[in-house]
């Protein structure tokens, strides 16, 4: 038996596939949707007779090296060695290029980040974090929980440089993983792919001791892209998250990494945030993987709540059930969880769907009703809401909803939306009308 023969003997492509998907049995094979296409009815299916997977909608089929290859972007190699390492293989190469070629330059970042993260983690509980993990413990966070996020401190010292020049990486290598010996005065999270690997940081400076010449900003430094961190499609917290996310059927995003932790603290577990950047398209098809119903729990602020309507309408561009939850007397989930732990739970519970949230944001505080101005300003608020609805049941039950709770006629609030989507659709045409053409080759040569 050769060795990539062995590997695949070793690897339970269901117990693989299902690190991704939430898998359902369908007889003698698993089905779910198709991470590779969008689609409602699932056609994806896994077999753990053949050790295969195949899409019968969009026709991806391969083993588990090709399926670990195409959600992770890897080549043949770098695949194949992360599935040896989990298997026990020990692969050996038939010369020195294959095995330099193998060890590739994902491989020299991961372990870059591996050490940066033990160095972080060891500097938190020494005497240089005193501070640091003082400021985490008062923001309600426990010692399980900071050892449970390896959560680190980066010094003001060239410490961690030192060491890396002692293991023989280059400062290429560094450059290339991110430089994350920059880190100086910054409370250290790690960001974990869904296989527990660190592939990048995000440190909050630490203003309390911070020297006068040092700059507080920005108050969040991020990991740049890399060949292992792309944050438009990576979620904090989802290696931790996921299991519990299967189990609840859903999936709670919030907006930073204490957010996140402190979740932990009051026993929420299925939460993610966004990795230093918008919420995406791409991180809401990662969490359509795991399931459909999705919980946006941002910041109270006028910026939180903004985030949190584009984040519906991506929701229902993907065929996902959103809902939102109101935080009231907090500004954050983070100080939500520390005041009140028990009452974090209930508001997930409590969540709404977006057209009855934008409804009782708006109502319960007017105890006389709304004018009729804020009902044409919570109207504007709903319809992108209402177009984007991809289920025509849902659409038409919400357009009684708001019309009953406006107290108008239903004829009206579906001539807004009918206006509203003449002009959507006169948007995307001068959009595209204004895209420019890629001139035709006789174009190009005159």
Same mark, same amino acid.
């Given at each position: 038996?050769?060795?990539?023969?062995?590997?695949?003997?070793?690897?339970?492509?269901?117990?693989?596939?299902?690190?991704?998907?939430?898998?359902?049995?369908? *007889?003698?094979?698993?089905?779910?949707?198709?991470?590779?296409?969008?689609?409602?009815?699932?056609?994806?299916?896994?077999?753990?007779?053949?050790?295969?997977?195949?899409?019968? *909608?969009?026709?991806?089929?391969?083993?588990?090296? $090709?399926?670990?290859?195409?959600?992770? *972007?890897?080549?043949?190699?770098?695949?194949?060695?992360?599935?040896?390492?989990?298997?026990?293989?020990?692969?050996?190469?038939?010369?020195?290029?294959?095995?330099?070629?193998?060890?590739?330059?994902?491989?020299?970042?991961?372990?870059?980040?591996?050490?940066?993260?033990?160095?972080?983690?060891?500097?938190?509980?020494?005497?240089?974090?005193?501070?640091?993990?003082?400021?985490?413990?008062?923001?309600?966070?426990?010692?399980?929980?900071?050892?449970?996020?390896?959560?680190?401190?980066?010094?003001?010292?060239?410490?961690?440089?030192?060491?890396?020049?002692?293991?023989?990486?280059?400062?290429?290598?560094?450059?290339?993983?991110?430089?994350?010996?920059?880190?100086?005065?910054?409370?250290?999270?790690?960001?974990?792919?869904?296989?527990? =690997?660190?592939?990048?940081?995000?440190?909050?400076?630490?203003?309390?001791?911070?020297?006068?010449?040092?700059?507080?900003?920005?108050?969040?430094?991020?990991?740049?892209?890399?060949?292992?961190?792309?944050?438009?499609?990576?979620?904090?917290?989802?290696?931790?998250?996921?299991?519990?996310?299967?189990?609840?059927?859903?999936?709670?995003?919030?907006?930073?990494?204490?957010?996140?932790?402190?979740?932990?603290?009051?026993?929420?577990?299925?939460?993610?945030?966004?990795?230093?950047?918008?919420?995406?398209?791409?991180? +809401?098809?990662? +969490? *359509?993987?795991?399931?459909?119903?999705?919980?946006?729990?941002?910041?109270?602020? @006028?910026?939180?709540?903004?985030?949190?309507?584009?984040?519906?309408?991506?929701?229902?561009?993907?065929?996902?059930?959103?809902?939102?939850?109101?935080?009231?007397?907090?500004?954050?989930?983070?100080? +939500?969880?520390?005041?009140?732990?028990?009452?974090?739970?209930?508001?997930?519970?409590?969540?709404?769907?977006?057209?009855?949230?934008?409804?009782?944001?708006?109502?319960?505080?007017?105890?006389?009703?709304? $004018?009729?101005? @804020?009902?044409?300003?919570?109207?504007?608020?709903?319809?992108?809401?209402?177009?984007?609805?991809?289920?025509?049941?849902?659409?038409?039950?919400?357009?009684?909803?708001?019309?009953?709770?406006?107290?108008?006629?239903?004829?009206?609030?579906?001539?807004?939306?009918?206006?509203?989507?003449?002009?959507?659709?006169? $948007?995307?045409?001068?959009?595209?009308?204004?895209?420019?053409?890629?001139? =035709?080759?006789?174009?190009?040569?005159?």
């Amino acid at each position: 038996m050769d060795q990539v023969e062995e590997v695949k003997k070793k690897t339970d492509i269901v117990e693989l596939v299902g690190q991704y998907l939430e898998l359902k049995r369908a *007889g003698i094979n698993y089905s779910c949707r198709c991470p590779f296409h969008q689609e409602k009815t699932p056609s994806f299916m896994v077999s753990p007779e053949r050790q295969v997977f195949r899409c019968f *909608g969009c026709g991806e089929s391969g083993d588990a090296i $090709s399926f670990l290859q195409k959600m992770e *972007g890897l080549s043949f190699p770098e695949a194949l060695k992360i599935l040896a390492d989990r298997a026990g293989v020990q692969l050996q190469f038939s010369n020195s290029k294959e095995m330099t070629r193998a060890k590739s330059d994902k491989e020299k970042v991961l372990a870059i980040n591996l050490l940066a993260a033990q160095f972080f983690k060891a500097a938190l509980w020494s005497k240089f974090g005193h501070e640091a993990l003082q400021y985490l413990l008062d923001r309600g966070l426990t010692e399980e929980i900071i050892k449970k996020f390896k959560i680190g401190y980066a010094p003001p010292i060239d410490q961690l440089e030192r060491t890396f020049r002692q293991r023989g990486f280059s400062y290429q290598d560094l450059s290339q993983a991110g430089s994350p010996q920059r880190f100086k005065y910054r409370i250290m999270f790690p960001i974990f792919n869904i296989f527990g =690997d660190v592939i990048g940081f995000s440190g909050r400076i630490l203003e309390n001791v911070l020297p006068k010449d040092v700059s507080p900003h920005p108050k969040y430094l991020n990991t740049p892209e890399t060949p292992v961190f792309h944050k438009s499609n990576i979620l904090y917290g989802l290696n931790f998250a996921k299991d519990s996310i299967r189990k609840t059927k859903k999936a709670i995003v919030v907006e930073g990494q204490m957010d996140v932790a402190m979740s932990h603290v009051a026993g929420v577990e299925n939460v993610v945030a966004s990795s230093g950047t918008a919420l995406t398209s791409e991180h +809401l098809k990662i +969490l *359509g993987r795991y399931t459909l119903d999705i919980i946006f729990a941002f910041d109270e602020d @006028e910026a939180g709540q903004k985030a949190a309507e584009k984040a519906v309408v991506e929701a229902y561009d993907l065929a996902l059930e959103p809902k939102l939850t109101t935080i009231e007397g907090y500004k954050d989930v983070g100080e +939500l969880a520390k005041e009140d732990p028990q009452s974090w739970e209930k508001i997930v519970q409590a969540a709404l769907p977006p057209i009855e949230w934008l409804v009782s944001r708006s109502i319960k505080t007017k105890k006389d009703g709304l $004018s009729a101005v @804020e009902k044409k300003d919570l109207v504007k608020k709903a319809l992108p809401f209402l177009f984007h609805m991809s289920d025509e049941i849902e659409k038409a039950h919400y357009l009684v909803y708001l019309a009953q709770n406006l107290g108008v006629p239903e004829i009206s609030v579906e001539k807004a939306l009918d206006k509203f989507s003449r002009s959507q659709k006169v $948007s995307e045409k001068e959009k595209i009308e204004k895209t420019p053409t890629k001139p =035709d080759l006789e174009e190009e040569l005159v």
